[in-house]
């Protein structure tokens, strides 16, 4: 029986999600909880693979198993066993065709930073500080600049295997509560560091650190030199995974 699950968790104290010899990830954490809920392996398979420090409002993930446990239990299970900084919100079955990761339509990441001349430790650990002047017109117009269909070569960190580095961007939408930004960015995938250095050029072009120039050099020919810093980990969040159907 195919089953899926919705995950929330912080990032800050796992290498991300994928399993890896030297930290402790969230798939690593999940799958013990798993195999120690129904007695045997089981794989876990999510819609993508969040980087180290990065955080998940509604991770959504897939597993095959055969057991008693009725679907909507299987949370509780999940949960007595996991540590207190992950957590399962429903589970449910899942129809046959469902993958986690092939399945999904849309992602939206939310990248959230603020802006300060001192930082503020109660908006660190899910906020990024800015202590310079940000043009807030000009960060909207910027976002413009990345809806569509792109090439997004010079936004992905260096090294990764990829197929193809064009992605289409649906909408870029900024929020703005006091001295608090939040930028949520909706498409039909990512690349590794994408959003990070997405936000970064859309703040440097904003503080007059780059130009539009430079961003459509970057979309146009791929060049490096002409985005902006690759933003940290922390102000990062995977809000949501839209499969074109009601799962949860």
């Given at each position: 029986?195919?089953?899926?699950?919705?995950?929330t968790y912080?990032?800050?104290?796992?290498?991300?999600?994928?399993?890896?010899?030297?930290?402790?990830?969230?798939?690593?954490?999940?799958?013990?909880?798993?195999?120690d809920t129904?007695?045997?392996?089981?794989?876990?398979?999510?819609?993508?693979?969040?980087?180290?420090?990065?955080?998940?409002?509604?991770?959504?993930?897939?597993?095959?198993?055969?057991?008693?446990?009725?679907?909507?239990?299987?949370?509780?299970?999940?949960?007595?066993?996991?540590?207190?900084?992950?957590?399962?919100?429903?589970?449910?079955?899942?129809?046959?065709?469902?993958?986690?990761?092939?399945?999904?339509?849309?992602?939206?990441?939310?990248?959230?930073?603020?802006?300060?001349?001192?930082?503020?430790?109660?908006?660190?650990?899910?906020?990024?500080?800015?202590?310079?002047?940000?043009?807030?017109?000009?960060?909207?117009?910027?976002?413009?600049?990345?809806?569509?269909?792109?090439?997004?070569?010079?936004?992905?960190?260096?090294?990764?295997?990829?197929?193809?580095?064009?992605?289409?961007?649906?909408?870029?939408?900024?929020?703005?509560?006091?001295?608090?930004?939040?930028?949520?960015?909706?498409?039909?995938?990512?690349?590794?560091?994408?959003?990070?250095?997405?936000?970064?050029?859309?703040?440097?072009?904003?503080?007059?650190?780059?130009?539009?120039?430079?961003?459509?050099?970057?979309?146009?020919?791929?060049?490096?030199?002409?985005?902006?810093?690759?933003?940290?980990?922390?102000?990062?969040?995977?809000?949501?995974?839209?499969?074109?159907?009601?799962?949860?």
């Amino acid at each position: 029986m195919r089953y899926a699950l919705l995950l929330t968790y912080d990032g800050t104290a796992y290498g991300g999600w994928q399993i890896q010899k030297n930290a402790v990830t969230v798939q690593q954490e999940l799958t013990k909880a798993l195999e120690d809920t129904f007695g045997c392996k089981v794989n876990v398979i999510a819609s993508g693979r969040t980087d180290s420090g990065v955080h998940a409002k509604a991770q959504v993930c897939h597993f095959d198993v055969q057991t008693s446990i009725p679907a909507e239990k299987i949370a509780d299970a999940l949960n007595a066993r996991l540590p207190q900084d992950i957590s399962v919100l429903k589970t449910v079955i899942a129809p046959d065709w469902f993958e986690a990761q092939s399945s999904a339509k849309k992602k939206t990441y939310c990248y959230r930073f603020y802006l300060s001349p001192r930082r503020q430790p109660l908006k660190d650990r899910y906020s990024v500080q800015i202590n310079y002047n940000v043009d807030l017109e000009k960060l909207e117009y910027s976002a413009k600049l990345f809806e569509g269909e792109h090439d997004f070569k010079a936004y992905c960190a260096a090294g990764s295997q990829v197929k193809t580095t064009v992605r289409r961007i649906y909408s870029i939408e900024i929020k703005r509560d006091g001295c608090d930004i939040a930028v949520s960015v909706t498409g039909n995938g990512f690349l590794y560091n994408m959003v990070r250095t997405l936000v970064g050029t859309m703040i440097y072009y904003s503080a007059g650190r780059l130009t539009e120039e430079m961003i459509s050099r970057s979309l146009e020919y791929g060049d490096r030199s002409s985005v902006g810093k690759t933003m940290p980990a922390k102000g990062l969040t995977l809000e949501s995974v839209d499969y074109g159907c009601m799962l949860f």
